[in-house]
């Protein structure tokens, strides 16, 4: 078959073909612990639910506005208003299934062939994939061990260009667990406003924070309407089979992302958005025992690795992934993964499935037990002492 061009460019996650390889190893009877997804392994709160079960006896099973429910963009919109600390209207949100959408719908919308987006590496492996698919630039910018993986403000300054149309920031970040302090938000803005330059901030892991608070560039001089605010509820609500997310962004791109929804998905499936309303309304304990538990394993995957001979892992901030240094091993980063999971049955990521700076790296994701986390743990030392 004969396919267009442009597919050799569309690049994929590599998180999903290591599943793959690892459930095939699990029908083989080899046990796996699995560490390489990144989803929360607690169910969508009970609350939750049941609104969506509600939601589907009430009638919720028809089409929608493609921009979103009307209810639901309200709540969406108080929601940021408040949590962001700026005024948001409803005719500023998007509602798409899941958060991946808004990222496509938005770098289509923006980006033409030969113009340049800024992003980081390593960073979410889709941010590059699509920049290429619709003939952008990508341009890394390396988010440095060293630098607590964030981005260098002044760096980022040198990589900006008249053809530069867009700045992609995460934060928490995926892969690394790293943050954006409020003074790197601010140089950004400053280089955003000054060369008339648009920011994709992706905060889906905003509510999976470990010290402080969760600062958004949008709260900036200047920066409200040129930034699109990536959210879903995926991993806060441990929802990601649910595919509900939302973008918020200024009132003329706004119907322009809402009318690729009506070209490629039509709408957001509407009981998922009447079970946002809940998520987002209701009670809150759960999202909140769900980030106390990572962090207990995040202090426990931390310490068993860098117990590991020629392993030494900084302490992530957000999220709920862990970025080991494993460079003193002498291996590259994708036979060490690969390796691991073979021989020693745990299924990791390489680095260089987040960027080519990943090179040196792996990515564990701690969305699991702790009994798991140090079973794994205990099966990659055991490895790595015998190479």
């Known amino acids: 078959m004969k396919l267009a061009q442009k597919m050799k460019r569309l690049g994929t996650e590599t998180a999903f073909e290591v599943l793959a390889r690892a459930k095939e190893l699990e029908r083989k009877g080899k046990e796996i612990i699995h560490l390489e997804i990144g989803e929360p392994d607690f169910d969508t709160p009970k609350n939750i639910t049941e609104a969506g079960i509600k939601a589907l006896r009430d009638g919720y099973t028809h089409y929608g506005p493609s921009a979103g429910l009307p209810e639901v963009r309200e709540v969406i919109a108080k929601y940021i208003s408040d949590t962001r600390k700026i005024k948001v209207d409803p005719d500023e949100v998007v509602v798409t299934p899941g958060a991946k959408p808004i990222m496509f719908f938005l770098i289509i919308s923006l980006v033409d062939e030969g113009d340049e987006v800024i ?90 924070l470990y010290e402080g608070e969760h600062h958004s560039i949008t709260a900036f001089s200047g920066m409200k309407d040129r930034t699109i605010i990536l959210e879903g509820l995926s991993k806060t609500y441990a929802m990601t089979g649910w595919r ?96 691991i999971l073979n021989e020693a049955g745990v299924a990791v990521l390489s680095g260089t499935s987040f960027g080519k700076f990943g090179e040196g790296f792996l990515r564990l994701s701690y969305a699991n037990s702790i009994e798991n986390i140090n079973k794994g743990l205990d099966r990659i030392r055991k490895f790595v002492e015998k190479i």
């Open 119 to 208: 992003y980081p590496n390593p960073g979410f492996p889709i941010y590059e994939s699509v920049i290429d698919f619709i003939g952008g630039k990508s341009v890394p910018i390396q988010l440095r061990e060293e630098n607590d993986f964030r981005l260098d403000v002044n760096e980022l300054k040198q990589l900006v260009t008249p053809r530069t149309k867009l700045i992609i920031i995460n934060s928490p970040q995926n892969p690394t667990g790293g943050i954006l302090t409020y003074e790197d938000l601010k140089g950004i803005a400053e280089i955003a406003t000054k060369n008339d330059i648009y920011v994709l901030s992706d905060e889906v892991y905003s509510r999976i």
């Open 244 to 339: 509900i997310g939302y973008g918020v962004m200024n009132k003329t791109l706004a119907p322009h992302i809402a009318r690729l929804m009506t070209n490629c998905n039509s709408c957001t499936a509407s009981f998922t958005q009447r079970a946002l309303i809940e998520a987002l309304t209701g009670p809150q304990d759960d999202p909140k025992k769900m980030v106390a538990e990572f962090k207990k394993r995040r202090d426990v995957v931390v310490k068993g690795l860098n117990e590991i001979p020629k392993f030494s892992c900084l302490t992530p901030k957000g999220a709920f992934y862990v970025f080991p240094n494993i460079k003193k091993t002498g291996w590259e980063s994708k036979k060490l993964a690969d390796a």
